[in-house]
């Protein structure tokens, strides 16, 4: 099943071939098929975290398609330029404008739009698969029912979108190398730009490419003008940005990075990008006892004890505290010490496939993942699962070449022991993406009975806090509260979100205690919720991507003004 003969870059151990365009048809079909399974349940989500500043940005460029960024917008407490706010390039809010524009603005209709970029980032896996594999369609299923793809592909943020970008832009680059074809180096450079246009973290393929060049071919050849393309079109976004708001956004942002650090300092920062990596590719912990043999076992259950233990000395992970009132939370401290042993174990998966193989394609890998990696613990401003998420093909193919070296799908017991570890994680997957769900709908219904409840016993509502639960305030009515203009009216209600962002005090001379609303969510699992050590979005919240537990309720205080 899924298996091709394998192709590849220049290095590998054996000639290299092409699947059956048939054969590859009918693998593309039903990879989409499992990948849109996997996705509708979740079509009615909520919009949740950053997904509001898309859509606002999204519905701006319907009346101004020219001046993406000029507005204002109450993110951080102030109202401030939407060009000042935002940290991403427009081009997937132009691509969220072309789908309300066709769809509609609904949840479902948004999401429905977003189905496009995660099947395109699956079927590109696939396809950059054959070159580095003999089991190209596992590697994508490994992508497919990762935590991370599942949770970032029910956003409508451009992290699955640049992705989808990302792993064409590599395909169509190395085949475009190996058979010098200049119409798929065209196509290539056109994505790389496109890449670079949607999160700007899509610059590091730039380098990345080059990486690849050089390897394929161990000298710089005609191929380096190509790359002028993507180089080119950055600037003159660049450019273009300048004249419209008078300002560098990648600057902007690298300044953003660069000051605002949450987590925990760099040790820290290791230990959380260990952990996220290992949960959000749950699959290096499922499949451990197929990818390493039972020495390499026997190292990491005791490494896994070590780092379980030091923790609980230590006290706290960063700002979250593993002890509190006398009492280790061992559930805690279990979940961390795996994932930590699974990221780590990511590593040496790189560098066991390069001292196996020792080929260009060996280099690449090494290079994707350690480079991500890099920019997660000690370039950005957390350490998030939508910065995890690029490693991810990268991942699915050192996991699968490591299996296909381990002689794992030569084993009649292949489809239960293969199929059992990406059930396992597919299964862990729906669970994330379900309490995720369950979190972004929460705000909706508590913005919506809120309003309900406030709006005939009080004099307007105001609110503090963002990410979803401000879209739906201001959908109906309410107004964000800024920090410096608070304008209290008399018998005015004030909600605040205990579990949101940006968070301030009241004066308590102005307000008093009215009520406190519960939201119930999904139990047993939570993405995001910092009484848990759940950062999925950041780890400012923790230093987990999603914690197994009991979880807490959402509580939002509502005040009136005196």
């Avoid at 071939?17 to 054969?23: D, I, K, L, N, V």
């Avoid at 961390?336 to 060996?362: M, N, Q, Y």
Wanted: net charge positive; proline share 5%; hydrophobic share 55%.
């Amino acid at each position: 099943m899924f298996a091709v003969a394998p192709g590849g870059i220049r290095g590998q151990l054996k000639p290299m071939g092409q699947a059956r365009p048939r054969s590859s048809a009918i693998h593309g079909v039903l990879l989409a098929a499992v990948t849109l399974a996997v996705l509708l349940p979740f079509l009615g989500k909520a919009l949740h975290i950053d997904d509001p500043l898309f859509v606002w940005c999204a519905r701006h460029l319907q009346s101004h398609p020219f001046d993406f960024y000029g507005f204002k917008v109450n993110w951080d407490g102030w109202l401030a330029p939407m060009s000042e706010v935002t940290q991403n390039p427009p081009l997937a809010a132009y691509y969220l404008a072309l789908v309300g524009a066709v769809l509609g603005w609904s949840e479902t209709a948004l999401h429905t739009g977003f189905l496009l970029p995660a099947v395109a980032m699956v079927l590109g896996t696939y396809h950059l698969a054959r070159s580095f594999c003999s089991h190209a369609g596992w590697a994508a299923l490994a992508t497919a029912t990762a935590p991370v793809f599942l949770v970032s592909s029910t956003s409508v943020m451009c992290d699955t979108v640049m992705v989808a970008f990302w792993v064409w832009t590599v395909h169509f680059w190395l085949t475009g190398l190996k058979t010098g074809s200049q119409v798929k180096l065209s196509v290539a450079v056109l994505l790389a730009a496109a890449c670079c246009l949607t999160k700007y973290f899509g610059l590091a393929l730039l380098p990345l490419l080059l990486a690849a060049s050089w390897l394929e071919q161990r000298r710089v050849g005609w191929w380096v003008a190509y790359l002028a393309v993507p180089v080119f079109a950055f600037g003159l976004y660049h450019y273009l940005a300048y004249r419209l708001y008078g300002q560098g956004f990648l600057l902007n942002a690298i300044s953003y990075a660069a000051n605002l650090r949450v987590g925990g300092g760099f040790p820290t920062k290791i230990l959380t990008g260990l952990a996220f990596s290992g949960g959000c590719m749950i699959i290096l912990l499922v499949a451990a006892p197929l990818l390493w043999t039972w020495r390499g076992l026997a190292v990491g259950v005791p490494a896994a004890i070590l780092i379980g233990l030091g923790i609980a000395v230590t006290r706290n992970v960063g700002d979250f505290p593993v002890v509190e009132s006398g009492h280790v939370k061992w559930l805690f401290v279990v979940q961390l010490a795996l994932l930590v042993v699974a990221g780590a174990s990511l590593f040496v998966l790189a560098i066991a496939d390069w001292l196996t193989h020792r080929t260009a394609a060996s280099a690449l890998l090494f290079l994707w993942v350690g480079g991500t990696f890099v920019f997660v613990c000690a370039l950005n401003w957390t350490v998030s699962g939508r910065n995890v998420l690029p490693m991810l093909p990268a991942v699915a193919l050192l996991v699968i070449r490591r299996l296909e070296h381990r002689r794992c799908f030569d084993r009649r017991a292949v489809f239960l022991c293969c199929g059992g570890a990406l059930g396992i994680s597919l299964a862990i997957a729906l669970l994330a993406a379900y309490a995720d769900f369950a979190l972004a709908n929460s705000a909706r219904t508590a913005a919506t009975e809120l309003m309900n409840k406030l709006g005939a016993t009080s004099n307007g509502v105001a609110f503090e806090g963002h990410w979803g639960f401000q879209y739906y305030m201001e959908q109906q009515g309410a107004r964000p509260l800024e920090r410096e203009d608070l304008r209290l009216m008399p018998n005015e209600a004030i909600v605040v979100p205990a579990g949101n962002s940006y968070l301030f005090s009241l004066p308590r001379e102005r307000v008093e205690d009215w009520f406190t609303y519960q939201a119930n969510v999904a139990n047993g699992l939570s993405t995001m919720n910092g009484d848990m050590g759940a950062g999925y979005y950041s780890d400012g919240w923790g230093p987990l991507p999603f914690v197994f537990g009991a979880v807490p309720v959402e509580e939002y205080r509502v005040f009136r003004v005196k």
